[in-house]
């Protein structure tokens, strides 16, 4: 049989009840490696006379071009996300009243988080962050999203940086610093067809020991999903399934 494209994965807790199945998320690359240790016996000649397999490492990587929120909190975090985000105004055209209060109140106040920093739109430098009173290319901020400039700014351009909260929509999570041991496990199922002919494996246990998250210019980010295999309490590793017995 014949097997072509990166298939689907997906993942499931085994270390707490009623988990939901994850899909990795439009998965660009799948590999499933198995290592073995090997000692080689010799004696006097060049070549070994006997060798024995020891231990095997079995491990995953995979590739994906659709972000899933809940793929990272679920199976590498080992958290559950909740609703609502953290979103960023970058770059929030503001400008300075021409007269006193010299104060500008951004379009999310309501749910402001952090400044992220001003910047003169004309010239693209940033101002100073000072706590009250500022002078000329200097900025206060208040934890109500009300920005304060200096009289001899009055009149100019800005672009204002910042993030803010979103009720109800997207999911967000916060990742602790938990106690060595804390250890989320998942089973894997990896699934591809080609030509009515299917492949299926299913990794009974397995624990994510990197998760890598790239950008580049002018390309899709894929993040990048590393993890390791062992067996189940009834000592099952995994389980290979053809269509085809060849």
């Known amino acids: 049989m014949y097997s072509f494209g990166s298939g689907v994965l997906l993942g499931t807790r085994t270390d707490v009840a009623n988990a939901t199945p994850v899909n990795f998320g439009l998965v660009q690359e799948v590999t499933i490696e198995e290592t073995a240790t090997v000692k080689e016996l010799t004696g006097q000649f060049q070549r070994p006379v006997a060798i024995a397999r020891g231990t095997i490492k079995t491990t995953g990587k995979a590739k994906m071009a659709r972000i899933s929120g809940l793929a990272f909190a679920s199976l590498f975090y080992g958290v559950a996300p909740t609703a609502g985000q953290v979103a960023t105004s970058f770059a929030e055209a503001v400008a300075v009243p021409a007269s006193s209060p ?41 934890a109500a999203g009300v920005v304060t400039f200096a009289a001899a700014d009055a009149g100019k351009a800005v672009l204002v940086s910042y993030t803010y909260q979103i009720a109800g929509v997207g999911q ?11 250890t989320p496990t998942f089973q894997a199922v990896f699934y591809t067809t080609f ?52």
């Open 195 to 246: 030509q009515g002919q299917a492949v299926t494996l299913k990794l009974n246990n397995c624990t994510s020991n990197k998760l890598s998250f790239h950008t580049k210019l002018e390309d899709f980010v894929t993040p990048e999903f590393d993890f390791s295999c062992f067996a189940d309490a009834a000592g099952n590793v995994m389980t290979w399934s053809f269509a085809e017995a060849s």
């Open 102 to 142: 010299y104060t500008a109140t951004l379009a999310n106040a309501v749910s402001f988080v952090d400044d992220q920093g001003v910047l003169y739109a004309a010239t693209g430098l940033p101002l100073t962050k000072v706590a009250s009173n500022p002078s000329a290319g200097q900025y206060a901020v208040s």
């Open 172 to 182: 967000k999570f916060t990742v602790t610093n938990q106690l060595l041991g804390a």
